[in-house]
């Protein structure tokens, strides 16, 4: 084994613990401004409703939670559909947000 052949190797398996570690940056920047963004449309609905009190903003977190991570998660398996199959993610919804032509 020559001793490129030996570099190319090392370098390969860096290359593969490295993508094991790098943290989805794009998955949770779009994950939490649905969340935060569905949960203030929530609450401004709420207050201009004339629900002014603790369970209201209880109430806006709780569903911008619900709502927001399915959202954000669908938002990255659109923006990046092969990632999103590469992983696993099977289920039907995805796949038909994948295939969605704009």
């Known amino acids: 084994m020559s ?5 190319k190797g090392q370098t390969t398996h860096l290359r593969n613990a490295m993508e094991g570690v790098m943290f989805p940056y794009l998955r949770l920047i779009l994950v939490l401004l649905w969340v935060a963004c569905t949960a203030g449309v929530v609450l401004i609905a709420g207050l201009s409703l004339g629900f002014v009190s603790l369970a ?8 911008g939670i619900v709502l927001g991570v399915p ?3 669908l ?28």
């Open 75 to 102: 938002n990255w398996a659109y923006l990046r559909p092969r990632r999103s199959r590469q992983i696993g993610w099977n289920w039907r919804i995805a796949d038909w947000v994948r295939d969605t032509k704009i």
């Open 71 to 73: 959202a954000g998660l």
């Open 56 to 63: 209201t903003f209880a109430w806006a977190g709780v569903i």
């Open 3 to 7: 001793r490129e052949d030996v570099a």
